[in-house]
């Protein structure tokens, strides 16, 4: 894991297996970037929308993959927000019509394909891009609420 702290941000870099099994380790070091400043609904948002992006890069970008074949993962934290940027080597997927048909044909009950509709519930910014390295990028971003002046005395 590498750590940057630069003016008002923390940056964490690390490489896991593409394998669910790593879940636990990509959780561990989420955690270690928690303050007590942030909201913990915001934080479990945004400890549920890592979760679900990692498992959807081992289950569906890798799954044709070995599990050597790492996922990166990058967490900006910033006052007001955190970005969360995970990178795979699947093939190129169109996040934007996933979602578009998701909208047309709800489905409360389906078994699969829940995940993408709420990351994008929790996100201020929710995209998927494929890179010049042929790697995918999932980027999220999730602005923190304000903290009542109550809440803050509560903590």
Not at 90 to 101: E, I, T, V, Y
Not at 125 to 153: A, Q
Request: hydrophobic share 45%; with cysteine; glycine share 4%.
């Amino acid at each position: 894991m590498f750590v940057k702290r630069g003016l008002a941000q923390l940056k964490v870099f690390f490489k896991v297996e593409s394998d669910l099994k790593a879940l636990d380790q990509v959780l561990r070091y989420f955690d270690e970037l928690n303050q007590p400043w942030i909201p913990r609904q915001d934080w479990l948002q945004c400890q549920l929308a890592l979760a679900e992006g990692f498992t959807n890069a081992v289950r569906h970008a890798h799954k044709e993959l070995p599990k050597e074949i790492p996922i990166e993962i990058e967490l900006i934290l910033k006052q007001d927000s955190l970005e969360m940027k995970i990178w795979d080597y699947g093939f190129p997927f169109d996040l934007n019509a996933f979602l578009q048909n998701k909208r047309k044909n709800v489905d409360q009950f389906a078994a699969n394909g829940q995940g993408l509709p709420i990351l994008q519930k929790i996100a201020a910014h929710l995209s998927y891009l494929r890179t010049e390295d042929n790697r995918n990028c999932l980027l999220i971003v999730k602005h923190f609420s304000k903290l009542k002046h109550s809440e803050l005395i509560n903590e």
